[in-house]
């Protein structure tokens, strides 16, 4: 797929906390099928934006438009917007504003799965049983609201058995399926983050936020996660939006790679393009803007 078919288009996107603008009139796209890494230095405003995109902060200005189907015509996504209404159905399928939603309905109406930078699992519960958790929604909505669930309903039944068959799905995804009794406390460090990933992906979500998953794995654990991401992308036709700072993991899986310096975009493109944008290289490196030129001068002897 290509930027042609965005499943994400985060347009003019701005969000001020009292005097500091923490984004700066972003804009970029996040294509269907596709791995975009959201990149930049510490304080760049990158987890703002997935805040932004999930839910958790209200942007001060601009848009995040998500589309189930194919990319709606652009007078159907203004006609949504100056409706107020946060959702809606076009020729080409449903599409949600996501600025406007809060984050349980960004999560469960329009599929937007995240994890986040430090491991929240439910550690005292078992690998099967956080899994189960993460399908919620349809269970709930299956068993009535509990009144069918307390008498043992054929459609909850159901949803309960199907609940159990992706959670074991997921965990054989992940090579944990036969540590799904044990607490979900008690693994590895690697096999919790490879854990938030396949519970994330028991909502069944079109997009798949991951902040930083590859925070504090060793090598190996870090070979293991690119493969699963990977493998994920490839089995799901899933779109992947990936905050990371390990440039090797970054470059080896990204489709499309968006660079923030201080809540702007200073590149967007493929990750060679990135990797040799004497703007990236100077952000990184602390370099003044002033000084750019010298950076590009270097890169070139």
Request: hydrophobic share 45%; aromatic share 6%; glycine share 8%.
């Amino acid at each position: 797929m290509s930027a042609a078919d965005p499943l994400l288009a985060v347009e003019h996107l701005t969000m001020r906390f009292g005097g500091l603008i923490a984004i700066d009139d972003l804009s970029f796209t996040a294509a269907r099928g596709e791995i975009t890494a959201l990149i930049g230095p510490n304080g760049a405003g990158k987890t703002t934006v997935f805040n932004c995109a999930t839910g958790f902060y209200k942007p001060s200005s601009g848009r995040l438009v998500l589309s189930h189907g194919g990319r709606p015509a652009t007078d159907e996504i203004d006609v949504l917007t100056e409706s107020g209404r946060r959702w809606g159905i076009t020729p080409a399928g449903p599409v949600f504003l996501l600025e406007r939603m809060p984050d349980h309905e960004v999560a469960a109406r329009a599929k937007v799965a995240r994890t986040f930078q430090n491991i929240r699992l439910f550690s005292g519960m078992t690998v099967l049983e956080n899994l189960i958790v993460a399908q919620h929604n349809p269970l709930m909505l299956a068993s009535g609201w509990t009144v069918l669930g307390l008498i043992g309903a054929r459609r909850y039944a159901t949803a309960e058995r199907a609940a159990v068959e992706r959670a074991r799905y997921w965990l054989d995804q992940i090579g944990l399926g036969d540590r799904a009794d044990d607490a979900a406390g008690e693994l590895p460090y690697g096999a919790q983050r490879r854990l938030e990933i396949a519970r994330a992906m028991c909502t069944e979500p079109q997009l798949l936020c991951l902040d930083e998953p590859a925070a504090g794995l060793n090598p190996r654990e870090t070979a293991r996660l690119t493969e699963l991401l990977l493998s994920i992308r490839r089995a799901h036709s899933l779109s992947i939006l990936l905050i990371e700072h390990d440039m090797s993991v970054v470059m080896e899986i990204s489709d499309h790679v968006v660079v923030l310096d201080y809540g702007q975009k200073i590149a967007d493109g493929s990750p060679d393009a990135v990797r040799n944008d004497p703007r990236v290289v100077a952000a990184y490196l602390g370099v003044e803007d002033r000084e750019v030129d010298k950076v590009e001068a270097e890169i070139a002897e």
